[in-house]
């Protein structure tokens, strides 16, 4: 079933766009939310509060690409369970290393980064994605918006380790670089 199918079975708040959703997006929607959360019943869980949101949600919002939309409301629910879980405790390793390695590059400057300054950042670095080679944007994509594991990405894009976490540092350096062209570092 196509998405604009999927999204008009929920204007008509048929039931079944649920089950078609799942079908069509479910293995993954779990596989980013496991790889976020870690957990299995933690992905179960984000994908159940990411269908619901969407059903809420749709109509009145009519989203062009509903896998991407759904991917977005699963990587929220996963990113949301998983700070509610290690707020105060032990293995947030991965994650904190995907952010840490985002941050060295932008620095989280909390209050003083208004809106319009942190959509200009957004707004660079989707153009900067978008002079990417596929493969390195899905890779970067997957590392930084999906926060999977380099082991994982190396099985993924069939490369060593060694190669994925090389590969992510020339990003993140060419993202640098990109960012002071563009006057916002």
């Given at each position: 079933m196509t998405?604009?199918?999927?999204?008009?079975?929920?204007?008509?708040?048929?039931?079944?766009?649920?089950?078609?959703?799942?079908q069509q997006y479910g293995a993954l929607c779990r596989s980013v939310a496991r790889d976020i959360t870690g957990s299995a019943e933690d992905a179960e869980e984000c994908l159940n509060d990411a269908m619901?949101?969407?059903?809420?949600?749709?109509?009145?919002?009519?989203?062009?690409?509903?896998c991407a939309y759904l991917l977005r409301l699963v990587r929220n629910a996963a990113y949301?369970?998983?700070?509610?879980?290690?707020?105060?405790?032990?293995?947030?390793a991965n994650t904190a290393s995907s952010l840490d390695e985002l941050a060295e590059i932008i620095p989280d400057r909390g209050d003083v980064v208004d809106e319009v300054e942190?959509?200009?950042?957004?707004?660079?670095?989707?153009?900067?994605?978008?002079?990417?080679?596929?493969?390195?944007?899905d890779l970067f994509v997957r590392r930084y918006w999906y926060l999977t594991d380099t082991v994982a990405l190396a099985k993924m894009f069939h490369m060593t380790?060694?190669?994925?976490?090389?590969?992510?540092?020339?990003?993140?350096?060419?993202?640098?670089?990109?960012?002071?062209?563009?006057?916002l570092l």
């Open positions: 998405d604009q199918a999927i999204i008009a079975l929920f204007e008509q708040r048929n039931e079944q766009t649920i089950s078609e959703s799942e619901l949101a969407a059903w809420n949600a749709i109509p009145p919002a009519k989203p062009k690409n509903y949301n369970r998983y700070c509610a879980a290690h707020t105060l405790k032990r293995n947030a942190r959509r200009e950042i957004i707004g660079a670095i989707n153009r900067f994605l978008q002079e990417l080679p596929i493969k390195q944007r380790e060694s190669h994925v976490r090389t590969t992510l540092t020339r990003l993140r350096k060419r993202l640098q670089k990109y960012l002071v062209k563009e006057g």
